[in-house]
């Protein structure tokens, strides 16, 4: 990666500011000297964000061979509880040693979970693979984000996070791909070995690059946070059990116990000093970071049920094909790399509208969910799809910039780090959340398009509530704040 001290520093200094406020063309960004930094953090995104798709499609193929179709929730939900874990624990991890070596050590791990995958006899053995998938994944994709904080200038921010965006829609459609192609013309074994090599070579890359490492904590001489790691860990655990199989005794005990577990770290975490995993009151809407993480978690929470329901209901209410059905939710993918890519170049002045504007249209697209996924017809719920990933394309290259731009210089890294954290945790604790709306509103009992109708209603009507909190976190995140007009310069 770069080797430019300077840049993970705040910019100060009128010629930075400056700098700030011009457009930055692709063609400037992808030939300045971060371009070969951009492309490693592009392939540990790709690691991370293609893998649940490419499993998802050589799953059917894994049961029929070593059976556990028991376990094949599992299959995903360890993955995201390590992939949360690993978040928390990687901002950290970037303070005390830089980035090589968290980095290379998380694609090594993810390497050797895909290995352990690949030569399973058993379903429990490949679950454990997927364990360490998750964990590796996590860490490399929260790492990601961490070094386009601190080792972009902050007028290659947007750029940088639109790139991040377009491989997130890359692998909607080259996921499912590349796994049916093992499927077809190989095997699933040989899915996880093809993914194992690209995190070997990912390894191999981030060591021979060398590159400086990044300002560390002061309190390396600490203990690790096994503790509160040990709590989020459990927290999630609780939620994926009760959203894995969804009924009211199960789901609902589940859920509230892992709450508790959540806010027992979150209350750990508040009084470790230099040892945080997160930013200081990290869901405080007050607070820079606590108004950005606060509207990613809500809204998180509030368009999970697209992904995790939508092609369920929309099949049951408009009797289209699963196909149909799942490009409609790659929709969403669509418009978010086309809306990335499209406002990317803005300079910093635009950063509190394309917030501001990004936010709102998400919101917009769930009140659109609930009038269109029960009443139709198909093509308005794949526009209000498209609208929900653009809107946070429009925002989310802007978020970071602006948050490390208004927080202080010490909690940049952590900022980086629990940006996909948090969102994952909303997507963990959104799902299970809106699994208990669905159940209680007669999903197990579905005959017909009607019932299906009267389900979709209820789910989507109860994310609304999570959408204006995200609207109200946003407001606060976009307000001037001494003076600034929107700059994203610090803030007094």
């Not at 070995?193 to 070997?200: I, K, L, N, P, R």
Request: aromatic residues 8%; hydrophobic residues 55%; proline residues 4%.
């Amino acid at each position: 990666m770069a080797d430019t001290d300077s840049d993970t520093g705040s910019d100060t200094g009128s010629d930075t500011e400056k700098d700030t406020e011009t457009f930055v063309s692709w063609r400037e960004f992808l030939a300045s000297p971060y371009a070969a930094s951009l492309a490693l953090v592009c392939l540990a995104v790709w690691l991370h964000a293609a893998d649940s798709l490419i499993v998802a499609t050589m799953l059917p193929s894994i049961v029929a061979e070593i059976g556990g179709v028991a376990l094949v929730g599992w299959s995903v939900s360890l993955y995201e509880i390590g992939s949360i874990v690993a978040g928390a624990a990687s901002a950290l991890l970037a303070m005390r040693f830089g980035l090589r070596t968290p980095m290379s050590m998380a694609a090594i791990l993810f390497g050797l979970g895909c290995l352990l995958s690949a030569v399973s006899p058993t379903m429990p053995l490949l679950l454990t693979g997927r364990i360490l998938q998750g964990l590796g994944g996590g860490g490399l994709v929260a790492m990601g984000f961490v070094a386009v904080g601190l080792i972009f200038p902050r007028r290659y921010m947007a750029r940088a996070m639109a790139a991040v965006s377009t491989l997130w829609g890359v692998s909607a459609f080259a996921g499912p791909l590349v796994g049916g192609f093992f499927v077809e013309y190989a095997t699933w074994r040989w899915g996880f070995a093809f993914f194992a090599c690209q995190a070997f070579a990912l390894a191999l890359w981030i060591v021979l690059r060398g590159e400086a490492a990044v300002s560390r904590s002061t309190a390396d001489a600490t203990g690790f946070p096994v503790r509160r790691l040990s709590l989020l860990c459990l927290a999630v655990v609780l939620v994926a059990f009760g959203g894995v199989e969804v009924s009211i005794p199960r789901t609902v005990p589940s859920v509230v116990a892992g709450l508790v577990c959540l806010i027992a770290f979150l209350r750990l975490d508040e009084r470790a000093g230099d040892t945080r995993l997160l930013p200081h009151r990290p869901f405080d809407p007050w607070r820079p970071a606590g108004a950005a993480l606060l509207m990613i978690l809500s809204m998180s929470v509030a368009t999970i049920p697209v992904t995790a329901f939508g092609p369920l209901l929309v099949t049951a209410v408009h009797g289209v094909s699963a196909l149909t059905a799942g490009y409609i939710v790659a929709c969403s993918s669509i418009g978010w790399t086309v809306m990335a890519v499209l406002v990317s170049g803005l300079p910093e002045r635009f950063d509190r509208l394309m917030i501001a504007l990004g936010m709102t249209v998400v919101a917009l697209s769930i009140l659109g969910f609930l009038h269109a996924v029960p009443e139709g017809p198909v093509w308005l719920i794949a526009l209000f799809a498209a609208m929900e990933g653009g809107g946070f394309g429009i925002a989310w290259t802007f978020v970071l910039r602006r948050t490390m731009g208004l927080a202080g210089a010490d909690e940049a890294q952590r900022i980086s780090g629990a940006i996909p954290t948090i969102q994952r945790l909303g997507y963990a604790l959104g799902a299970a959340y809106v699994g208990i709306v669905a159940n209680a509103s007669g999903l197990l009992s579905i005959e017909t398009a009607g019932d299906a109708a009267k389900v979709a209603r209820w789910v989507f009507a109860s994310c609304v509530p999570f959408a204006a909190i995200g609207l109200i976190a946003m407001s606060a995140l976009v307000r001037d704040r001494s003076g600034n007009r929107g700059s994203g310069g610090s803030s007094s």
